[in-house]
């Protein structure tokens, strides 16, 4: 295959050019364009020849595109108007505007691109954008495929379940091709929840009705739980173990099924050899406030939490923490933990040693290669927002191989 041209659009740090890298398909971005400032330094500090537009996409003519011929279309555009915990604006909400502009402009181009993939966040896929979406494409002659993928289908110890779309103009076999697509990414492990899984079903056939992907999952997940929840329970209970941190018996058994799941490497693979701790150690008030909150990882663990733009800022549903002492038992430390003073309670939670991944440890759970960096002048706050806004570069780089193959 000779080699492609890349337009990027929400570029970001990057994601989607490192997965072009790591595909190892011949192509070359011919242009990136985001509006946030801090990413655009980060971008331009990792790929400095490229061309990057500072600009919103409704600000690029029909002509300025016409002008800059392209093989391929990657994006992944605002998530905020899907995020099942947000407004759920959809195609009402601003941050939209620039996409529904891309499918306006998508049957005007005077060569379509011959390849398409897209990246959001689950709840994209019950969205009216994304009605309009394979309405576009369908009428602009692309066969397309959607996929639920979590970075844990490629090894990757971190649960980031996100929707992707893979879409081409091509006459091959519809059929084949969505087999390819689906067959690459293993069914979801057992031991995961609906919302930490790989789904390696179609979420709508290319032609055809949509399949009731959820419920099938859900069901098959609460099947196999409730099978052996009970004799693991009672195993735990004569063992004396207890179910801390409010986390439900259901909780702790995936979490086990997860770390035992030999398919997904450890997160010791991921993390820097040196690190200053001072900087990453959770401080005493996030502790005493927030410590039921927090999802902890040893560095033997095969599982954490999806890491979001919130992570070092605040606790609950931004990213797992490291225990540093895995010496401590992170039972004992929690057991009767509300029945001692704040001081003991303090001293207690001190002897676990938890940290902050650092930006470059997320970065690596991420995907990014070891050549990515940030500039000096980008800070570490700012660091974590943009990693939480990126993507997995494996996964992408996976469904780039399976598009074009």
Not at 187 to 194: F, G, H, Y
Not at 318 to 347: A, H, I, M, W, Y
Not at 354 to 375: H, I, K
């Amino acid at each position: 295959m000779e080699g492609l041209r890349v337009l990027e659009l929400y570029s970001g740090i990057g994601g989607m050019h490192y997965a072009v890298q790591e595909s190892g398909i011949p192509a070359q971005v011919v242009a990136a364009i985001d509006i946030n400032t801090t990413a655009n330094q980060v971008y331009k500090h990792n790929f400095p020849d490229t061309t990057l537009w500072n600009k919103t996409i409704e600000g690029i003519t029909l002509d300025d595109f016409n002008k800059l011929p392209f093989d391929m279309i990657l994006m992944s555009p605002p998530c905020q108007p899907f995020t099942r915990i947000g407004l759920q604006g959809d195609i009402a909400d601003p941050r939209t505007k620039s996409f529904l502009y891309i499918l306006d402009l998508l049957p005007r181009l005077c060569r379509r691109p011959r390849f398409i993939l897209l990246e959001n966040v689950k709840g994209f896929e019950s969205s009216s954008a994304r009605e309009r979406l394979v309405k576009t494409l369908m009428e602009c002659g692309y066969t397309y495929q959607e996929i639920m993928v979590s970075p844990t289908s490629v090894g990757i110890p971190n649960s980031r379940l996100r929707y992707f779309l893979v879409a081409k103009l091509s006459t091959e076999n519809e059929s084949t091709w969505s087999s390819k697509v689906l067959d690459a990414f293993p069914l979801p492990a057992e031991s995961e929840s609906p919302e930490q899984h790989t789904v390696s079903r179609p979420l709508r056939p290319a032609t055809g009705q949509p399949e009731h992907l959820e419920e099938h999952l859900e069901e098959h997940l609460e099947e196999h739980l409730e099978e052996h929840l009970e004799e693991h329970l009672e195993e735990d209970l004569e063992g004396g173990r207890v179910l801390y941190k409010q986390e439900t018996a259901v909780d702790a058994q995936r979490k086990r099924r997860q770390n035992n799941d030999l398919s997904v490497r450890q997160i010791q693979d991921f993390l820097q050899q040196e690190v200053k701790m001072e900087p990453f150690l959770l401080p005493p008030i996030t502790l005493l406030r927030y410590a039921l909150l927090l999802d902890i990882v040893q560095p033997t663990c095969r599982r954490s939490v999806c890491f979001t733009k919130g992570y070092g800022r605040y606790v609950e549903g931004t990213g797992s923490v490291l225990q540093c002492c895995p010496e401590t038992e992170v039972e004992n430390v929690f057991r009767g933990l509300d029945q001692v003073s704040e001081e003991e309670k303090l001293q207690k939670l001190l002897k676990l040693k938890l940290r902050y991944f650092t930006p470059r440890e997320v970065a690596n759970l991420m995907g990014f290669p070891q050549s990515f960096s940030f500039p000096e002048q980008v800070s570490t706050k700012q660091q974590y927002r943009v990693l939480g806004n990126s993507l997995h570069v494996g996964v992408v780089a996976r469904l780039l191989q399976l598009l074009v193959s």
